[in-house]
Protein backbone atom coordinates (compact mmCIF):
# COMPACT_ATOMS: atom_id res chain seq x y z
CA UNK A 1 0.00 0.00 0.00
CA UNK A 2 0.77 2.99 -0.93
CA UNK A 3 1.97 5.52 2.09
CA UNK A 4 0.46 8.81 2.43
CA UNK A 5 2.65 12.00 2.99
CA UNK A 6 1.38 14.47 6.23
CA UNK A 7 2.28 18.32 5.18
CA UNK A 8 0.52 19.78 8.69
CA UNK A 9 -1.33 19.17 11.63
CA UNK A 10 -4.57 19.62 9.49
CA UNK A 11 -3.62 16.43 7.20
CA UNK A 12 -2.71 14.79 10.11
CA UNK A 13 -6.16 15.26 11.91
CA UNK A 14 -8.03 14.52 8.63
CA UNK A 15 -6.23 11.84 7.58
CA UNK A 16 -5.45 10.00 11.25
CA UNK A 17 -7.06 6.79 9.60
CA UNK A 18 -4.99 6.59 6.27
CA UNK A 19 -5.22 3.14 6.37
CA UNK A 20 -9.18 2.74 6.90
CA UNK A 21 -9.36 5.52 4.24
CA UNK A 22 -7.28 3.59 1.85
CA UNK A 23 -9.15 0.38 2.00
CA UNK A 24 -12.64 1.50 2.87
CA UNK A 25 -14.08 5.04 2.34
CA UNK A 26 -14.86 5.84 6.05
CA UNK A 27 -14.52 8.26 8.00
CA UNK A 28 -14.17 8.07 11.63
CA UNK A 29 -14.17 10.19 14.84
CA UNK A 30 -11.05 12.24 15.58
CA UNK A 31 -8.23 11.08 17.73
CA UNK A 32 -9.36 12.82 21.24
CA UNK A 33 -13.23 11.53 20.57
CA UNK A 34 -11.91 8.08 19.97
CA UNK A 35 -9.92 7.99 23.11
CA UNK A 36 -12.47 9.69 24.65
CA UNK A 37 -14.84 6.68 24.16
CA UNK A 38 -12.53 4.30 24.33
CA UNK A 39 -11.81 5.50 28.58
CA UNK A 40 -15.67 6.06 28.44
CA UNK A 41 -16.63 1.90 27.62
CA UNK A 42 -13.52 0.34 28.36
CA UNK A 43 -15.49 -1.36 31.11
CA UNK A 44 -18.35 -1.90 28.50
CA UNK A 45 -16.96 -2.66 25.32
CA UNK A 46 -15.36 -6.32 24.73
CA UNK A 47 -11.86 -6.52 25.39
CA UNK A 48 -11.04 -8.42 21.63
CA UNK A 49 -13.14 -5.57 19.97
CA UNK A 50 -11.06 -2.79 21.54
CA UNK A 51 -7.89 -4.05 21.53
CA UNK A 52 -8.44 -4.62 18.00
CA UNK A 53 -9.51 -1.29 17.50
CA UNK A 54 -6.38 -0.01 19.21
CA UNK A 55 -4.32 -1.72 16.60
CA UNK A 56 -6.20 -0.84 14.14
CA UNK A 57 -5.80 2.82 14.65
CA UNK A 58 -2.02 2.43 15.61
CA UNK A 59 -1.52 1.03 12.34
CA UNK A 60 -3.48 3.95 10.85
CA UNK A 61 -0.97 5.90 12.17
CA UNK A 62 2.10 3.88 11.66
CA UNK A 63 0.77 4.23 7.78
CA UNK A 64 0.02 7.58 7.38
CA UNK A 65 4.29 8.99 8.82
CA UNK A 66 7.64 8.70 7.12
CA UNK A 67 10.74 9.16 8.85
CA UNK A 68 12.69 12.30 8.75
CA UNK A 69 15.84 12.40 5.95
CA UNK A 70 19.34 12.37 7.60
CA UNK A 71 19.81 16.02 6.70
CA UNK A 72 17.04 17.41 9.49
CA UNK A 73 18.80 14.50 12.37
CA UNK A 74 20.19 17.46 13.20
CA UNK A 75 18.08 20.04 13.39
CA UNK A 76 15.74 17.51 14.99
CA UNK A 77 17.34 16.71 18.22
CA UNK A 78 17.62 20.59 18.68
CA UNK A 79 13.89 20.84 18.68
CA UNK A 80 12.49 17.61 20.90
CA UNK A 81 12.98 17.28 24.50
CA UNK A 82 15.50 15.30 26.10
CA UNK A 83 13.47 13.20 27.39
CA UNK A 84 11.38 12.65 24.53
CA UNK A 85 14.78 12.36 22.21
CA UNK A 86 16.65 9.92 24.61
CA UNK A 87 13.73 7.63 25.62
CA UNK A 88 10.58 7.16 23.99
CA UNK A 89 7.21 6.95 26.24
CA UNK A 90 5.87 3.54 26.13
CA UNK A 91 3.33 3.31 29.05
CA UNK A 92 2.54 5.00 32.64
CA UNK A 93 2.81 1.13 34.02
CA UNK A 94 5.11 1.52 36.87
CA UNK A 95 8.48 -0.42 36.65
CA UNK A 96 9.34 -3.32 38.05
CA UNK A 97 11.18 -4.61 41.12
CA UNK A 98 14.27 -7.04 40.78
CA UNK A 99 12.62 -9.38 42.65
CA UNK A 100 9.48 -9.79 39.97
CA UNK A 101 12.12 -9.23 37.08
CA UNK A 102 12.40 -13.16 36.16
CA UNK A 103 9.26 -13.93 37.11
CA UNK A 104 7.56 -11.42 34.55
CA UNK A 105 10.19 -12.02 32.29
CA UNK A 106 8.21 -14.35 30.06
CA UNK A 107 5.66 -11.87 30.18
CA UNK A 108 8.21 -8.86 28.67
CA UNK A 109 9.29 -10.92 26.23
CA UNK A 110 5.93 -11.81 24.95
CA UNK A 111 5.15 -8.07 23.94
CA UNK A 112 2.41 -7.78 21.39
CA UNK A 113 3.31 -6.49 18.06
CA UNK A 114 0.96 -3.30 18.37
CA UNK A 115 3.18 -2.07 21.79
CA UNK A 116 6.10 -1.86 19.03
CA UNK A 117 4.12 -0.24 16.26
CA UNK A 118 3.20 2.29 19.72
CA UNK A 119 6.80 2.80 20.06
CA UNK A 120 7.62 3.66 16.73
CA UNK A 121 4.52 5.92 16.26
CA UNK A 122 5.89 7.69 18.95
CA UNK A 123 9.55 8.55 18.20
CA UNK A 124 8.24 9.30 14.62
CA UNK A 125 5.65 12.16 15.86
CA UNK A 126 8.45 13.69 18.02
CA UNK A 127 11.21 13.67 15.60
CA UNK A 128 8.92 14.87 12.88
CA UNK A 129 10.37 18.84 12.04
CA UNK A 130 7.00 19.64 10.43
CA UNK A 131 4.69 19.12 13.50
CA UNK A 132 4.40 22.43 15.73
CA UNK A 133 6.11 21.41 19.42
CA UNK A 134 2.84 22.19 21.38
CA UNK A 135 0.91 19.96 19.10
CA UNK A 136 3.88 17.40 19.60
CA UNK A 137 3.78 16.95 23.05
CA UNK A 138 -0.77 17.43 23.22
CA UNK A 139 0.29 14.36 20.29
CA UNK A 140 2.47 12.42 22.62
CA UNK A 141 -0.23 12.75 25.46
CA UNK A 142 -2.65 11.39 23.57
CA UNK A 143 -0.42 8.32 22.50
CA UNK A 144 0.85 7.85 26.01
CA UNK A 145 -2.59 7.59 27.38
CA UNK A 146 -3.67 4.94 24.73
CA UNK A 147 -0.78 2.56 25.43
CA UNK A 148 -1.75 3.44 28.73
CA UNK A 149 -5.23 1.49 28.15
CA UNK A 150 -3.74 -0.80 26.16
CA UNK A 151 -1.59 -2.35 28.90
CA UNK A 152 -4.74 -1.86 30.89
CA UNK A 153 -6.16 -4.42 28.85
CA UNK A 154 -3.67 -6.24 28.53
CA UNK A 155 -3.32 -7.06 32.22
CA UNK A 156 -7.07 -7.29 32.28
CA UNK A 157 -6.69 -9.98 29.51
CA UNK A 158 -3.71 -11.83 31.35
CA UNK A 159 -6.07 -11.78 34.82
CA UNK A 160 -8.99 -13.59 32.97
CA UNK A 161 -6.21 -16.01 31.67
CA UNK A 162 -5.07 -16.91 35.06
CA UNK A 163 -8.41 -16.61 36.44
CA UNK A 164 -9.93 -19.43 33.64
CA UNK A 165 -7.11 -21.43 34.39
CA UNK A 166 -7.74 -21.30 38.08
CA UNK A 167 -11.24 -22.44 37.08
CA UNK A 168 -10.37 -24.91 35.01
CA UNK A 169 -8.06 -26.32 37.58
CA UNK A 170 -10.42 -26.22 40.26
CA UNK A 171 -13.18 -28.10 38.32
CA UNK A 172 -10.35 -30.75 37.22
CA UNK A 173 -10.35 -30.82 41.29
CA UNK A 174 -13.83 -31.28 41.79
CA UNK A 175 -14.53 -33.66 38.82
CA UNK A 176 -11.74 -35.50 40.25
CA UNK A 177 -13.21 -35.59 44.12
CA UNK A 178 -17.00 -36.60 42.21
CA UNK A 179 -15.53 -39.48 40.56
CA UNK A 180 -13.50 -40.63 44.04
CA UNK A 181 -17.44 -40.17 45.43
CA UNK A 182 -18.69 -42.29 43.09
CA UNK A 183 -16.49 -44.92 43.42
CA UNK A 184 -16.57 -44.65 47.25
CA UNK A 185 -20.44 -44.99 47.35
CA UNK A 186 -20.21 -48.21 44.06
CA UNK A 187 -18.42 -49.79 46.79
CA UNK A 188 -20.35 -49.50 49.86
CA UNK A 189 -23.41 -50.20 47.27
CA UNK A 190 -21.96 -53.93 46.65
CA UNK A 191 -20.14 -54.54 50.02
CA UNK A 192 -23.93 -53.83 51.15
CA UNK A 193 -25.64 -55.89 48.86
CA UNK A 194 -22.69 -58.62 49.39
CA UNK A 195 -23.50 -58.25 53.29
CA UNK A 196 -27.23 -59.14 52.39
CA UNK A 197 -26.46 -62.10 50.17
CA UNK A 198 -24.10 -63.51 52.63
CA UNK A 199 -26.90 -64.07 54.96
CA UNK A 200 -26.87 -67.40 53.99
CA UNK A 201 -29.06 -70.44 54.94
CA UNK A 202 -28.15 -73.20 57.21
CA UNK A 203 -27.36 -76.36 54.67
CA UNK A 204 -26.44 -78.41 56.93
CA UNK A 205 -29.58 -80.47 56.89
CA UNK A 206 -31.05 -80.35 52.73
CA UNK A 207 -34.79 -78.92 53.01
CA UNK A 208 -37.79 -80.76 53.06
CA UNK A 209 -35.85 -84.00 55.10
CA UNK A 210 -37.92 -83.26 58.02
CA UNK A 211 -40.67 -84.37 55.84
CA UNK A 212 -39.53 -87.67 54.02
CA UNK A 213 -35.67 -88.00 55.32
CA UNK A 214 -34.62 -87.91 51.18
CA UNK A 215 -32.63 -86.19 49.10
CA UNK A 216 -31.87 -86.25 45.81
CA UNK A 217 -28.23 -88.26 46.58
CA UNK A 218 -30.87 -91.12 47.72
CA UNK A 219 -31.60 -91.30 43.89
CA UNK A 220 -29.83 -92.60 40.74
CA UNK A 221 -30.63 -90.43 37.72
CA UNK A 222 -31.29 -92.79 34.62
CA UNK A 223 -32.90 -90.00 31.84
CA UNK A 224 -35.02 -87.43 31.19
CA UNK A 225 -38.34 -88.51 29.74
CA UNK A 226 -40.06 -85.12 29.61
CA UNK A 227 -39.69 -81.54 30.26
CA UNK A 228 -41.70 -78.95 31.96
CA UNK A 229 -42.39 -74.81 32.22
CA UNK A 230 -39.89 -75.48 35.18
CA UNK A 231 -37.38 -77.85 34.78
CA UNK A 232 -36.91 -81.68 33.46
CA UNK A 233 -38.67 -85.04 34.62
CA UNK A 234 -36.90 -87.61 34.68
CA UNK A 235 -36.65 -91.05 35.41
CA UNK A 236 -34.94 -92.24 38.25
CA UNK A 237 -34.40 -95.40 40.51
CA UNK A 238 -34.15 -95.04 44.58
CA UNK A 239 -31.55 -96.87 45.87
CA UNK A 240 -32.18 -98.60 48.84
CA UNK A 241 -35.09 -100.37 47.09
CA UNK A 242 -34.22 -100.29 43.54
CA UNK A 243 -37.85 -99.10 42.85
CA UNK A 244 -38.09 -96.62 40.09
CA UNK A 245 -40.01 -93.04 40.09
CA UNK A 246 -40.09 -90.23 37.87
CA UNK A 247 -38.91 -87.51 39.40
CA UNK A 248 -40.03 -83.67 38.55
CA UNK A 249 -37.10 -81.45 39.17
CA UNK A 250 -38.29 -77.57 39.72
CA UNK A 251 -35.75 -75.31 39.87
CA UNK A 252 -36.78 -72.35 42.25
CA UNK A 253 -35.60 -69.59 40.01
CA UNK A 254 -37.78 -70.38 37.23
CA UNK A 255 -40.52 -70.31 39.43
CA UNK A 256 -40.23 -67.42 41.12
CA UNK A 257 -39.34 -65.81 37.63
CA UNK A 258 -42.58 -66.93 36.33
CA UNK A 259 -44.41 -65.65 39.59
CA UNK A 260 -45.54 -69.80 39.84
CA UNK A 261 -44.90 -69.77 43.82
CA UNK A 262 -48.25 -70.19 44.65
CA UNK A 263 -48.84 -73.21 41.58
CA UNK A 264 -46.47 -75.35 42.65
CA UNK A 265 -47.12 -75.10 46.36
CA UNK A 266 -50.74 -75.81 45.39
CA UNK A 267 -49.81 -78.48 43.38
CA UNK A 268 -47.74 -80.52 46.25
CA UNK A 269 -50.83 -79.63 48.69
CA UNK A 270 -53.58 -81.03 46.19
CA UNK A 271 -51.63 -84.24 45.83
CA UNK A 272 -50.78 -85.02 49.21
CA UNK A 273 -54.73 -85.19 49.78
CA UNK A 274 -55.11 -87.33 46.32
CA UNK A 275 -54.68 -91.05 45.63
CA UNK A 276 -56.28 -92.77 43.04
CA UNK A 277 -55.48 -95.07 40.17
CA UNK A 278 -55.90 -92.53 37.16
CA UNK A 279 -54.23 -90.08 38.59
CA UNK A 280 -50.23 -89.68 38.50
CA UNK A 281 -49.57 -89.83 42.02
CA UNK A 282 -47.30 -88.26 44.53
CA UNK A 283 -44.91 -90.44 46.61
CA UNK A 284 -42.04 -88.27 47.77
CA UNK A 285 -41.89 -84.42 47.53
CA UNK A 286 -38.39 -82.92 48.97
CA UNK A 287 -36.40 -79.84 48.32
CA UNK A 288 -32.58 -78.08 48.55
CA UNK A 289 -31.58 -74.34 48.38
CA UNK A 290 -32.32 -74.24 44.26
CA UNK A 291 -34.56 -76.68 43.24
CA UNK A 292 -37.76 -78.50 43.96
CA UNK A 293 -38.15 -82.59 43.76
CA UNK A 294 -41.49 -84.27 42.72
CA UNK A 295 -41.37 -88.03 43.57
CA UNK A 296 -44.33 -89.49 41.56
CA UNK A 297 -45.03 -92.85 39.62
CA UNK A 298 -43.22 -93.55 36.56
CA UNK A 299 -45.52 -93.90 33.70
CA UNK A 300 -43.25 -95.03 30.55
CA UNK A 301 -46.17 -94.67 27.85
CA UNK A 302 -46.03 -91.02 26.69
CA UNK A 303 -48.80 -88.38 26.94
CA UNK A 304 -51.29 -88.44 24.33
CA UNK A 305 -50.36 -84.91 22.45
CA UNK A 306 -46.97 -87.08 21.08
CA UNK A 307 -49.33 -90.17 20.13
CA UNK A 308 -52.17 -88.26 18.60
CA UNK A 309 -49.14 -86.49 16.95
CA UNK A 310 -48.00 -90.11 15.49
CA UNK A 311 -51.49 -91.69 15.12
CA UNK A 312 -53.91 -88.33 13.38
CA UNK A 313 -56.47 -90.03 14.85
CA UNK A 314 -57.96 -92.99 17.04
CA UNK A 315 -60.24 -95.30 16.31
CA UNK A 316 -63.72 -95.33 18.09
CA UNK A 317 -62.83 -98.13 20.45
CA UNK A 318 -59.72 -96.86 21.37
CA UNK A 319 -60.86 -93.17 21.87
CA UNK A 320 -63.81 -94.54 24.25
CA UNK A 321 -60.99 -96.29 26.55
CA UNK A 322 -59.07 -92.78 26.79
CA UNK A 323 -62.32 -90.88 27.71
CA UNK A 324 -63.32 -93.49 30.04
CA UNK A 325 -60.29 -93.49 32.15
CA UNK A 326 -60.43 -89.48 31.55
CA UNK A 327 -64.16 -89.34 32.84
CA UNK A 328 -62.68 -91.98 35.99
CA UNK A 329 -59.94 -89.98 36.96
CA UNK A 330 -62.54 -86.15 36.77
CA UNK A 331 -64.82 -88.04 39.07
CA UNK A 332 -62.66 -88.54 41.51
CA UNK A 333 -60.99 -84.84 41.36
CA UNK A 334 -65.11 -83.37 41.15
CA UNK A 335 -66.22 -85.55 44.31
CA UNK A 336 -63.65 -83.81 46.43
CA UNK A 337 -64.40 -80.70 45.36
CA UNK A 338 -61.57 -79.94 42.60
CA UNK A 339 -61.78 -78.29 39.44
CA UNK A 340 -58.39 -79.60 37.12
CA UNK A 341 -58.58 -76.78 35.09
CA UNK A 342 -56.34 -77.78 32.46
CA UNK A 343 -57.05 -80.99 30.65
CA UNK A 344 -55.55 -81.11 27.58
CA UNK A 345 -53.16 -84.05 25.56
CA UNK A 346 -50.20 -83.49 26.90
CA UNK A 347 -51.36 -83.64 30.81
CA UNK A 348 -53.06 -87.23 29.75
CA UNK A 349 -49.79 -89.67 30.34
CA UNK A 350 -50.01 -93.15 29.26
CA UNK A 351 -48.65 -96.11 31.24
CA UNK A 352 -46.84 -99.47 29.77
CA UNK A 353 -50.27 -101.16 29.42
CA UNK A 354 -52.09 -98.20 27.84
CA UNK A 355 -53.99 -96.80 30.78
CA UNK A 356 -54.53 -92.94 30.89
CA UNK A 357 -53.77 -90.67 33.61
CA UNK A 358 -54.24 -87.23 34.51
CA UNK A 359 -50.86 -85.12 35.67
CA UNK A 360 -50.10 -81.93 36.50
CA UNK A 361 -52.35 -80.15 38.83
CA UNK A 362 -50.77 -76.90 38.98
CA UNK A 363 -53.39 -74.79 38.53
CA UNK A 364 -55.81 -76.72 39.97
CA UNK A 365 -58.39 -75.05 42.63
CA UNK A 366 -60.73 -76.18 44.86
CA UNK A 367 -64.30 -74.61 43.79
CA UNK A 368 -65.73 -71.62 45.16
CA UNK A 369 -67.99 -69.42 43.73
CA UNK A 370 -66.43 -66.50 42.82
CA UNK A 371 -64.03 -67.84 40.90
CA UNK A 372 -64.63 -65.31 37.53
CA UNK A 373 -61.04 -63.16 37.72
CA UNK A 374 -59.32 -66.90 37.64
CA UNK A 375 -58.59 -67.50 33.75
CA UNK A 376 -55.50 -70.30 33.49
CA UNK A 377 -55.60 -72.70 31.71
CA UNK A 378 -54.60 -73.44 27.74
CA UNK A 379 -56.35 -71.71 24.85
CA UNK A 380 -58.42 -74.08 22.57
CA UNK A 381 -59.28 -76.07 25.55
CA UNK A 382 -60.59 -73.24 27.75
CA UNK A 383 -64.37 -73.28 28.28
CA UNK A 384 -66.10 -69.78 26.86
CA UNK A 385 -66.87 -69.00 30.77
CA UNK A 386 -63.18 -68.63 31.45
CA UNK A 387 -62.26 -66.86 28.82
CA UNK A 388 -65.11 -64.61 29.26
CA UNK A 389 -64.48 -64.20 32.86
CA UNK A 390 -67.24 -65.66 34.30
CA UNK A 391 -67.46 -67.92 37.16
CA UNK A 392 -67.36 -71.36 36.71
CA UNK A 393 -67.20 -75.05 38.18
CA UNK A 394 -66.82 -78.74 36.80
CA UNK A 395 -68.17 -78.06 33.43
CA UNK A 396 -65.14 -76.38 32.17
CA UNK A 397 -63.32 -80.02 32.62
CA UNK A 398 -65.58 -81.87 30.81
CA UNK A 399 -65.60 -78.56 27.94
CA UNK A 400 -61.89 -79.59 27.31
CA UNK A 401 -62.96 -83.32 27.38
CA UNK A 402 -65.02 -82.62 24.38
CA UNK A 403 -62.57 -80.84 22.59
CA UNK A 404 -60.07 -83.98 23.00
CA UNK A 405 -62.83 -86.51 21.92
CA UNK A 406 -63.54 -83.96 18.29
CA UNK A 407 -59.70 -84.08 18.70
CA UNK A 408 -59.67 -87.67 18.56
CA UNK A 409 -62.25 -88.54 16.33
CA UNK A 410 -62.20 -85.62 13.32
CA UNK A 411 -58.14 -85.09 13.55
CA UNK A 412 -57.97 -81.17 15.03
CA UNK A 413 -59.45 -78.98 17.25
CA UNK A 414 -62.73 -77.48 16.55
CA UNK A 415 -61.41 -73.95 17.77
CA UNK A 416 -58.18 -72.86 16.31
CA UNK A 417 -56.24 -69.45 16.76
CA UNK A 418 -53.11 -67.83 17.12
CA UNK A 419 -54.06 -66.25 20.18
CA UNK A 420 -56.24 -66.38 23.03
CA UNK A 421 -58.46 -63.82 20.97
CA UNK A 422 -58.98 -65.45 17.60
CA UNK A 423 -60.06 -68.74 19.77
CA UNK A 424 -62.31 -66.24 21.87
CA UNK A 425 -63.85 -64.83 18.79
CA UNK A 426 -64.16 -68.31 16.98
CA UNK A 427 -66.03 -69.54 20.05
CA UNK A 428 -68.41 -66.78 20.01
CA UNK A 429 -69.05 -66.40 16.70
CA UNK A 430 -70.51 -70.07 16.65
CA UNK A 431 -71.08 -73.36 17.93
CA UNK A 432 -68.76 -76.13 17.18
CA UNK A 433 -70.58 -79.75 16.66
CA UNK A 434 -69.38 -82.70 14.32
CA UNK A 435 -72.53 -82.96 11.48
CA UNK A 436 -73.67 -86.82 10.48
CA UNK A 437 -71.63 -85.95 7.02
CA UNK A 438 -69.03 -85.06 8.82
CA UNK A 439 -68.74 -88.43 10.76
CA UNK A 440 -65.54 -90.46 10.03
CA UNK A 441 -66.44 -93.90 9.04
CA UNK A 442 -66.53 -96.59 11.90
CA UNK A 443 -68.12 -94.16 14.74
CA UNK A 444 -71.46 -94.24 15.68
CA UNK A 445 -74.24 -91.56 16.10
CA UNK A 446 -74.13 -91.77 20.18
CA UNK A 447 -70.53 -90.69 19.59
CA UNK A 448 -71.04 -88.00 17.93
CA UNK A 449 -73.70 -86.93 20.20
CA UNK A 450 -71.13 -87.06 23.15
CA UNK A 451 -68.83 -84.48 21.51
CA UNK A 452 -71.58 -82.60 20.63
CA UNK A 453 -72.95 -82.31 24.28
CA UNK A 454 -69.72 -81.40 25.60
CA UNK A 455 -68.90 -78.88 23.37
CA UNK A 456 -71.49 -76.64 23.93
CA UNK A 457 -70.97 -73.32 25.20
CA UNK A 458 -73.45 -72.64 27.33
CA UNK A 459 -72.29 -74.23 30.81
CA UNK A 460 -75.50 -75.07 31.92
CA UNK A 461 -76.88 -77.04 28.83
CA UNK A 462 -73.16 -78.80 28.65
CA UNK A 463 -72.90 -82.49 29.45
CA UNK A 464 -71.59 -82.84 33.11
CA UNK A 465 -72.84 -79.63 34.46
CA UNK A 466 -74.87 -82.10 37.00
CA UNK A 467 -72.13 -84.12 38.31
CA UNK A 468 -69.76 -86.93 36.63
CA UNK A 469 -72.56 -89.34 36.60
CA UNK A 470 -74.54 -87.70 33.74
CA UNK A 471 -71.49 -88.09 31.95
CA UNK A 472 -71.21 -91.67 32.80
CA UNK A 473 -74.35 -91.90 32.01
CA UNK A 474 -74.38 -91.11 28.31
CA UNK A 475 -75.34 -93.66 26.06
CA UNK A 476 -71.78 -93.80 24.36
CA UNK A 477 -70.17 -94.61 27.82
CA UNK A 478 -73.63 -96.43 29.02
CA UNK A 479 -71.78 -100.01 28.35
CA UNK A 480 -68.58 -99.55 29.76
CA UNK A 481 -67.28 -101.41 32.50
CA UNK A 482 -66.16 -98.78 35.42
CA UNK A 483 -65.30 -101.48 38.26
CA UNK A 484 -63.24 -103.25 36.13
CA UNK A 485 -61.61 -100.38 34.28
CA UNK A 486 -60.49 -99.23 37.67
CA UNK A 487 -59.09 -102.48 38.98
CA UNK A 488 -57.32 -102.18 35.07
CA UNK A 489 -58.24 -106.27 34.57
CA UNK A 490 -59.20 -104.33 30.82
CA UNK A 491 -57.41 -104.77 27.63
CA UNK A 492 -56.22 -101.39 26.99
CA UNK A 493 -56.68 -101.11 22.82
CA UNK A 494 -54.13 -99.04 22.13
CA UNK A 495 -50.47 -100.04 23.44
CA UNK A 496 -47.84 -97.58 22.97
CA UNK A 497 -44.17 -99.13 21.71
CA UNK A 498 -40.81 -98.56 21.62
CA UNK A 499 -40.89 -95.01 24.08
CA UNK A 500 -37.96 -96.01 25.82
CA UNK A 501 -36.58 -95.03 22.69
CA UNK A 502 -37.99 -91.87 22.05
CA UNK A 503 -37.12 -91.40 25.48
CA UNK A 504 -33.34 -91.88 25.17
CA UNK A 505 -33.49 -90.10 22.14
CA UNK A 506 -34.94 -87.39 23.73
CA UNK A 507 -31.90 -87.04 26.45
CA UNK A 508 -29.40 -87.09 23.45
CA UNK A 509 -31.07 -83.82 22.44
CA UNK A 510 -31.21 -82.27 25.44
CA UNK A 511 -29.12 -79.36 26.62
CA UNK A 512 -28.68 -77.54 29.18
CA UNK A 513 -31.07 -74.30 28.60
CA UNK A 514 -29.99 -70.70 28.46
CA UNK A 515 -30.55 -68.79 31.50
CA UNK A 516 -31.39 -65.07 31.63
CA UNK A 517 -30.64 -62.30 33.37
CA UNK A 518 -33.40 -62.85 36.52
CA UNK A 519 -33.12 -66.18 36.24
CA UNK A 520 -29.96 -65.75 37.21
CA UNK A 521 -30.31 -62.68 39.91
CA UNK A 522 -32.86 -65.41 41.21
CA UNK A 523 -30.35 -67.31 41.82
CA UNK A 524 -28.25 -65.23 43.97
CA UNK A 525 -31.80 -63.88 46.30
CA UNK A 526 -31.65 -67.98 46.82
CA UNK A 527 -29.34 -67.46 49.18
CA UNK A 528 -31.44 -65.32 51.49
CA UNK A 529 -33.30 -66.84 54.43
CA UNK A 530 -36.57 -64.48 53.62
CA UNK A 531 -36.66 -66.13 50.04
CA UNK A 532 -36.56 -69.76 51.17
CA UNK A 533 -39.12 -69.10 53.36
CA UNK A 534 -41.77 -68.84 50.35
CA UNK A 535 -41.07 -72.76 50.22
CA UNK A 536 -41.54 -73.66 53.45
CA UNK A 537 -43.34 -76.25 53.82
CA UNK A 538 -42.70 -78.53 50.50
CA UNK A 539 -41.95 -81.83 51.25
CA UNK A 540 -43.97 -85.23 51.63
CA UNK A 541 -43.55 -88.66 52.68
CA UNK A 542 -46.16 -91.04 51.21
CA UNK A 543 -45.28 -94.07 54.23
CA UNK A 544 -45.82 -91.45 56.77
CA UNK A 545 -49.32 -91.00 55.15
CA UNK A 546 -52.65 -92.67 56.72
CA UNK A 547 -54.06 -92.60 53.39
CA UNK A 548 -51.52 -93.77 51.09
CA UNK A 549 -53.52 -96.42 49.71
CA UNK A 550 -56.04 -93.77 48.76
CA UNK A 551 -60.00 -93.47 48.08
CA UNK A 552 -61.49 -95.40 45.67
CA UNK A 553 -64.25 -93.27 43.44
CA UNK A 554 -67.89 -94.25 44.01
CA UNK A 555 -68.11 -96.52 41.00
CA UNK A 556 -65.18 -99.16 42.88
CA UNK A 557 -66.76 -99.86 46.17
CA UNK A 558 -68.90 -103.13 44.95
CA UNK A 559 -66.02 -105.80 45.05
CA UNK A 560 -66.27 -108.16 41.47
CA UNK A 561 -65.00 -111.60 41.11
CA UNK A 562 -63.63 -111.10 37.68
CA UNK A 563 -60.90 -108.71 39.51
CA UNK A 564 -58.10 -110.91 38.19
CA UNK A 565 -59.77 -111.37 34.61
CA UNK A 566 -58.32 -109.74 31.17
CA UNK A 567 -61.10 -108.64 29.16
CA UNK A 568 -61.12 -106.71 26.09
CA UNK A 569 -62.50 -103.16 26.35
Not at 461 to 468: D, E, S, V
Request: charged share 25%; glycine share 6%; net charge positive.
Amino acid sequence: MQKTNFKNLKDLLQNKYAYQEATSNSRTSSIAEVLQNLKKNKDQTPVSIMKEEIINFTKAIGFGIQAPSSKSKSKEKQALPKSIDKKPILSNVAPQSKGNSRKNSSQSRNTSAHSIINENTNRSIAKDPKIPKGFQTGRLRERSEMNSILDQQKIKILNQSQDQQKQNLNNSNVSKQGTIDLVNLLKQQQNQKQQSINETINESKTFGEEFCGLNKGHFIYNYVIGKGGFGKVWKVELKKNRQMFAMKEMMKSKIIAKRSINSVMNEKELLSQLRHPFLVNMCYAFQDRDNLYLIMDLLTGGDLRFHIGKMKRFKEHQTKFFIACIVSGLEYLHNNNIIHRDIKPENIVLDKRGYARITDLGIARKVRPDNSQDTSGTPGYMAPEVMCRQNHGIAVDYFALGVIAYEFMIGKRPYNGKSRKEIRDQILAKQASIKKEDLPNGWSIEAMDFVNKLLQRKPQNRLGFNGPSEVKNHPWLKGVPWEKLYNKTIEAPYLPINVEDMYRQQISDDGEESQDELIKENQLLLRKNSVQNLFAGYGYDCNQDPTYKGTRSTASTHNTSQQNETIKF
